[in-house]
């Protein structure tokens, strides 16, 4: 088996230099099961990140894995230009938990591809071609989802799309959030004002992943989606972190009760599994008629595999589950931060809570603490110094009781 600096050789040799990895000696992970992470020294890891919000089922959990390995073994691909069962009844399936009228969807293959589908499906219906995003916003890494990211790191392209308009994002501490909401939403409106009649959509994630775990005022998305229908702007909301339970709802906009005109969808869909979606509602789905197909989206395994994940998620009631850990999670994190100054701030909904931190060289530090003592945590924000807690959502009390001692005595050792 290859070692770890094996392996760190050959992305040297073998990848692109854009390819990073946390922590100063990473550790080769080999194996998953539930929250846990095994590397290659045999080394138990409680994983608080979930491969960045995509395991919320747990890693190789067997009700999904028994479903892919079937469905691998009997028919793994044709294209959507044939007839396949699980493509049609995991639509049918999605317009159950899809809020308001929201009916129909695309399959795909990530995050970035259901965005891009997303802005392509707003252009075609409006006729208009420009867009508003937030900064603090992630949305992809192709030419036009990149363009609408609001994170100067992503936005490596140097010919991004000039038809975006960007807003104040909504990044803040929860005491401050009100009034920095106010102000995202009157920039939202001085765009309007003076861009309206080229703009096709408004892109937003309903928290914040990458910019931070940032949560707009409870009021925020009823206000935008007002001010966005007196222009005839379209919605789109960013669920490709956000969905599948992660919040406490099966999609986080849900808190806000606010229907958006079309959502995206990826990541823990999938459980592992390369799959995304964005869904629409009737009368928007139908202006994207032109001939269009994504070559894997909607195969049998990643639909297959994605059937499974809706069931594991009712079954084991995860929305519940996440609600209440988070709720948990949360209030153990607010106990730290008396007692550490360093700690600046905390919030979250569900099991997705950002830490933010008095600097980024401390997250990295805590980060490499944590890694040593069995701990996987995640880092983001627009300055790099949050600590982000996305874990699978089969996780317990006592891992979050284990999580906040091994926290206590990395903040103590700083």
């Not at 491969?51 to 793994?76: M, R, S, W």
């Not at 591809?113 to 075609?124: F, T």
């Not at 192709?142 to 490596?156: D, F, K, N, Y």
């Not at 890694?371 to 949050?386: C, P, S, Y």
Request: charged letters at 20%; aromatic letters at 8%; glycine letters at 8%.
């Amino acid at each position: 088996m290859l070692t770890s600096s094996d392996i760190i050789q050959l992305k040297k040799d073998y990848f692109f230099p854009n390819a990073m990895h946390f922590y100063k000696n990473p550790p080769h992970i080999v194996k998953g099961a539930g929250q846990f992470l095994y590397d290659d020294q045999g080394k138990c890891y409680r994983d608080f990140f979930a491969g960045v919000t995509v395991v919320n089922c747990g890693h190789c959990e067997p009700a999904i894995t028994q479903k892919t390995t079937t469905q691998l073994q009997t028919l793994q691909h044709t294209s959507i230009i044939y007839l396949t069962e699980p493509m049609v009844l995991l639509a049918e399936r999605l317009a159950k938990y899809l809020p308001g009228d929201i009916k129909n969807t695309f399959f795909c293959c990530s995050g970035t591809e259901a965005n891009e589908g997303a802005l392509l499906l707003a252009r075609l219906h409006t006729g208009k071609r420009g867009f508003i995003a937030f900064e603090g916003g992630l949305h992809g890494r192709s030419a036009l989802t990149m363009s609408v990211t609001g994170i100067p790191m992503w936005r490596i392209d140097p010919f991004l799309d000039p038809n975006v308009y960007f807003a104040k994002g909504f990044m803040g501490s929860e005491a401050d959030i009100k009034a920095i909401s106010n102000a995202s939403l009157e920039s939202v409106e001085h765009i309007l004002k003076t861009n309206a009649d080229e703009i096709a959509a408004c892109i937003v994630e309903p928290i914040q992943g990458n910019g931070g775990i940032n949560i707009p005022h409870r009021t925020f998305f009823k206000r935008l989606k007002t001010l966005l229908e007196s222009y005839g702007v379209l919605l789109i909301t960013d669920e490709v972190q956000t969905g599948f339970a992660r919040t406490g709802k099966m999609f986080a906009i849900e808190h806000f009760d606010v229907v958006p005109d079309i959502i995206t969808m990826a990541k823990a869909l999938g459980n592992g599994v390369p799959v995304g979606a964005f869904s629409a509602r009737p009368h928007i789905a139908k202006s994207f008629n032109k001939p269009s197909a994504s070559t894997l989206g909607g195969n049998p395994v990643s639909m297959s595999t994605g059937l499974a994940v809706l069931d594991f998620i009712e079954d084991n009631k995860l929305c519940k589950q996440s609600e209440d850990l988070g709720n948990y999670l949360k209030e153990k994190l607010l106990q730290l931060k008396n007692e550490f100054k360093m700690i600046e701030d905390v919030r979250g909904l569900g099991l997705m809570v950002g830490m933010t931190l008095s600097s980024s060289e401390i997250v990295d530090q805590i980060l490499e603490k944590m890694l040593q003592k069995g701990f996987i945590v995640g880092k983001n924000g627009m300055n790099r110094d949050v600590i982000a807690l996305q874990p699978p959502l089969v996780i317990h009390k006592a891992d979050i009781d284990l999580l906040i001692q091994a926290f206590k005595e990395a903040f103590t050792e700083l």
